[in-house]
């Protein structure tokens, strides 16, 4: 069972320590933040040590895939994120629902420093915002709707952007795209089993059968309808998981050569459905 124990569960390539040194590096370039979470996991996708990376600019949190997630957990994380004096928009990349609001803060929140450049007799120049994320939290897709083109290369695994480059949004903002990175250490055994549950590391890290597993029991407590709904499972144990994953093997199709249970292809089909909302609206950060 997973729990609140220390983990010493880690994955920090190369290329993420690189791209902290080139955004402190590039920092002073740098207006305002775009911190981008996944609205189902709120809280384990947020970068914990993102305030030595970002120092004190302007900072707008955007919760992207808001049509997959519980909608009152994460009005709950919503407020939380506010009452620390974050500017927090909802978005939905599906849909391209909120996208708009992002550049409308942007302008609210930078108005004054056109303003002072005018007063100093400088011409205007175009906002520089820099997005920063952990790996598959959507950010790509959004930078798509942004600037209403393919702009960047998205897929569903963890790692795509490698490198950061500007990327003009329209005549009033550039925008530095980053490569989605983690934090050195994953210390804590329920955040970890969260983001590999929505794909922020790569699958060899942790066995997809505990991850799946974990996914069952989530939503096995919190979600239980949903649960009954997809795969008509009423009940799980976590400590003997065969049956279930024999009821999902035979109602999905999950079978090898003379009709046993794919074990691993449950897992894989348990996991794909959670990404891809085929098991509800759900947000797995608890709010307590």
Known sequence: M????????????????????LI???????????????????FSSKIK????????????????????????KTKKWVNYYENKNYHVIMVDLINNKGVNKILDET?????????KRYL???????????????????KSTLINHLVDKKATITGDKPGITKKLSWIRINKDIELLDTPGILWPK???????????SFSAIKEEILPLGKVAC??????HKRYKENLIKRYTIDNFNID??????????????????????????????????LREGKLGKVTFDEFT
């Open 214 to 219: 974990y996914i069952l029991d989530v939503m």
């Open 186 to 196: 994953i210390d804590n055994e329920v955040q970890a089993y969260n983001l590999a």
């Open 107 to 115: 302008n609210i929140l930078l108005n004054d420093l056109n303003e």
């Open 2 to 21: 997973v729990n609140e124990n220390k983990t010493n569960i880690n994955w920090y390539p190369g290329h993420m320590a690189k791209t902290r040194r």
């Open 49 to 72: 040590d993102i305030d030595n990376l970002v120092e004190n600019k302007p900072r707008i949190m955007i919760m992207t895939k808001s049509d997959l997630c519980d909608d009152e």
């Open 24 to 42: 402190k590096e590039n920092i002073n370039m740098v207006d305002i933040i775009y911190e981008v979470v996944d609205a189902r996991i709120p």
């Open 240 to 273: 003997d998981v065969i049956p279930t994953y024999d009821i999902i093997g035979k109602k999905r199709g999950c079978l090898i050569t003379g009709g046993e249970i794919d074990y691993d292809k449950v897992s894989n089909l348990i996991i794909r459905d």
């Open 120 to 138: 100093k007799g400088l011409k205007k120049r175009a906002y520089r915002a820099l997005i920063i994320g952990i790996p598959n939290v959507g």
